[in-house]
Structures are given as C-alpha cells and as structure tokens.
C-alpha cells in the first residue's frame, strides 16, 4: 500500500515538474498549455464556438502542423468553465478500423465521464452490457475501453449506443474527432454511412471533424454522392497574420524578460513561413538560447542548429526518394515557391527533363506529403512540406 502511494506521489512529482518545466519555454511544441500562450485564431474561435452552440457541425482543414489540434483545445478551454457543455477529443489516426474507432470513441467518453462519478458509472454499465476488455493505465491509472466483436453490426451498434449515451445527457457535448480522415482507410467501407446516419439523428451533440488532407476530406464532405455531403461547414485554417504573430511572440518574450528587435522576428517569420509549427520551434530553439536582448544574429545561429540537427532525418528522406524525384524536391526548395513546373526555364535551370516526367514527379511528391500545392491569387504553386527541409535545400 505504501509502495503504490509512493509510486503515485513519484508520479504526480513527476507530472509537476514537467508542467513546470513546460511553462518555463512560452513557445511550446508539445501541445495547448492554454490561451495566454495561444496565438490570434480569434475568428475561427469564435467560428467554432457559435457554430458548436448552434448545433452546427464544422470540419477544419489545414496543411499540417498549422494548429488544427491546438485550436480544438483552444475551444475545449473556452468551453470549460461553462456548466452546460462536456467537450470529447478522440485522435483517430491511429485507428485501423471501425472497432478501434469504437474503442476511441469508449475512451475519450471515458476519460471525460470518470468511473468514480454517477454519470460515469452509467456509462459503465452500458459499456459493460457491450462485453468489453477494460484495462488501467499502470502509470496513471487511467481506464481504456476495447470491444471485441465478431461482427462489424455489433460495432455499428456500439457507436450507436456510445453516441445516445451522449445524447441523452443532460449537458450539451461537443465532440472533436481529429484526423477523421482516416476512416477513409478503413476496410469497412460504409463507415460514412454509418457514422453520418447515426450522427444525424443527434440534437444534444456537435462534432468538429478535423484533418490534413484536404482533397480526401473535401471530397468526403462536398462530393454530392458521399454520406456527409453538404452536411458540415469547412473551415480553413491558415498561416496567422504577419501583424498578430509579430505582437504574440514580443509579448511571450517580453513576459520571460527578454527583449526582441523587429528586424529579428520579421526574420523569423520570413524564415519559418509564419507556419505555426515552424515558427514555434525556432522561437522556442531561441528562447532555450539564454540571451537578454536577441538580434538577427542570435536567430540566424537558431536556424544553423536547427538544420543540423534535423540533417540526419533529410538524409533519410533523400534515401526515400528516387533521385529524379529528390533533384525536383530540391528545385522547388531552392525556388521556395514554383508557380510553373513545367515551365521551360524551370527545366532549363534544375535540368529536370521532360514536362511528363516532373508531371509523375509533382504526383509521387504530393502523394508522400513531401510537397503541397497552395492557391494564390496569383494561381496555385508548389512548396516543399516540411519548412526546415526547404530551408536546408535552398543550401545544399
Ligand atoms: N495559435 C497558436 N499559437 C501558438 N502555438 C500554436 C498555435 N497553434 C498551434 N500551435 C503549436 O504549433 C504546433 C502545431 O500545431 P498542431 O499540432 O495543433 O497542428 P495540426 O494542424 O494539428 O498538425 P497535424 O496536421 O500534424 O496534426 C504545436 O506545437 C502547437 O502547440
Ligand atoms: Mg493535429
């Protein structure tokens, strides 16, 4: 007994020094530590809250590492102190199919409605009439709930259950379930169906569907033959305004004690494409540098370390590609952003070939998200995905 209560005081020990440790960089990469440390998304915010209340559903679309999952526990903040609302997040990327899709969705609704409380308890009695295997974190002592059925009905029905369990409290939920556009790669191929038939009938429960791949998702949600047709409002997160970041990342600085010039964080900016992700990482990287008063010169230092300390993982990507695909990649690092690929100059200049074979390239390149295509008004163009990779290519 007094093992486990050292063991659990180790624990929260730990936990604590970590949240300490946490707020000690303002720039975090590891997740939402809440809003003073959440830059802008005012607008989508407040998006997502009305549409959340009005029992509209939203899917939220973003290249990746824009922010999609901060910003969904940027609503859940928001919606914490308010009595009449529970908010779920379920991460389905790794779910392979419908039954792990059940036993994420059992969990998140677990975690949220604990055991030891009488809403929670009855959960557990409709769960415990579906025969599930219930196993405890053995560090946090956390539950987690897997199904075992023989039939996909079953499962069906377990989500159905799940979802009216929801329904029927006496709160209003708001579920967010990111990377919804994994159920695309599920071997039961009526999960849209099912999932948007079920979803339909609920009035106590709004949903957020986030995801990545935009073209999968739009095409989910606005192809007239798909299930959730027309039955969601898209919302696109993009880079955070020049302005407002500038603002953020000097008042982040400033509260630590620490003063940036202009000139540096337009840089930064500049540098990491105001791409949340990017720009978090090379602020943190300087923050972590110890310096008083930073100029251009201390984030240029930033951005060497950075790149090579990531050199070992280009050189695996390299490895990933054939070498025409890689010698485009690098073209399109070193232009930063290709309007024409095809172009003959653009050939001419990279010694790229022939227009067909970049077309096939562009294609593989897209496919392995080591590129992404983005519209202008200027027409669309192509840039490399990862923002430190495109950097280290303009070099190489
Ligand atoms: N508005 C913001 N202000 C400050 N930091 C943010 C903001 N939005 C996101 N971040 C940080 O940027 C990083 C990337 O964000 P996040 O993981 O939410 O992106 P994502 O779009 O969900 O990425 P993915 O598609 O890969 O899941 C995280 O470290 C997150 O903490
Ligand atoms: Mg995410």
Same mark, same amino acid.
């Given at each position: 007994m007094y093992n486990t209560f050292c063991i659990i005081h180790f624990v929260l020990y730990i936990c604590c020094v970590k949240k300490k440790n946490v707020i000690e960089?303002?720039?975090?990469?590891?997740g939402y530590i809440g809003p003073n440390y959440f830059c802008d998304r005012e607008n989508e915010l407040a998006r997502l809250i009305l549409n959340a209340k009005n029992g509209v559903n939203t899917t939220l679309l973003s290249v990746r590492r824009m922010g999609k999952t901060g910003l969904i526990h940027h609503v859940f903040n928001q919606f914490? @102190?308010? &009595?009449?609302w529970k908010t779920i997040y379920i991460d389905?990327?790794?779910?392979?199919n419908l039954g792990q899709f059940t036993n994420e969705l059992a969990s998140g609704i677990l975690e949220v409605?604990?055991?030891?409380n009488s809403v929670g308890k009855k959960f557990m009695t409709l769960v415990k009439g579906l025969s599930p295997v219930i196993s405890y974190?053995?560090?946090?002592g956390n539950p987690s709930i897997a199904f075992s059925f023989a039939q996909p009905k079953q499962y069906e029905q377990s989500i159905k259950g799940l979802f009216n369990f929801l329904n029927s409290q006496s709160q209003n939920v708001l579920v967010a379930i990111d990377?919804?556009?994994?159920?695309?790669?599920?071997?039961?191929?009526n999960t849209e169906a099912i999932l948007r038939t079920i979803i339909q009938s609920l009035t106590n429960v709004s949903f957020i569907f986030s995801g990545s791949h935009k073209h999968l998702l739009a095409e989910m949600f606005? @192809?007239? &033959?798909?299930?959730?047709?027309?039955?969601t409002q898209m919302l696109h997160l993009d880079a955070i305004e020049n302005e407002k970041y500038t603002i953020f990342i000097k008042k982040l600085f400033q509260s630590k004690g620490k003063k940036i010039n202009d000139e540096s964080i337009e840089f930064i900016l500049y540098w990491t494409r105001t791409h949340t992700y990017y720009t978090q990482a090379l602020c943190n990287r300087i923050y972590s540098m110890d310096i008083k008063s930073i100029e251009k010169e201390s984030v240029l230092s930033a951005c060497n370390d950075i790149l090579k300390e990531q050199e070992p993982i280009f050189f695996q990507y390299r490895n990933l590609l054939t070498s025409s695909q890689w010698k485009l990649l690098k073209a399109i690092g070193k232009e930063?952003?290709?309007?024409?690929?095809?172009a003959q100059d653009f050939i001419f200049k990279y010694r790229l070939g022939t227009a067909g074979g970049i077309r096939r390239g562009l294609e593989s390149l897209l496919k392995k998200e080591m590129i992404y295509r983005k519209e202008s008004e200027k027409g669309g163009y192509y840039l490399v995905y990862d923002c430190f990779l495109s950097r280290w290519l303009e070099r190489v």
């Open positions: 960089n303002p720039f975090q990469l590891k914490k @102190s308010d &009595k009449k389905i990327y790794a779910t392979q409605f604990p055991h030891t974190d053995s560090l946090t990377e919804f556009q994994q159920i695309g790669n599920y071997p039961e191929k606005n @192809s007239s &033959k798909r299930p959730f047709f027309s039955s930063d952003e290709v309007y024409q690929p095809t």
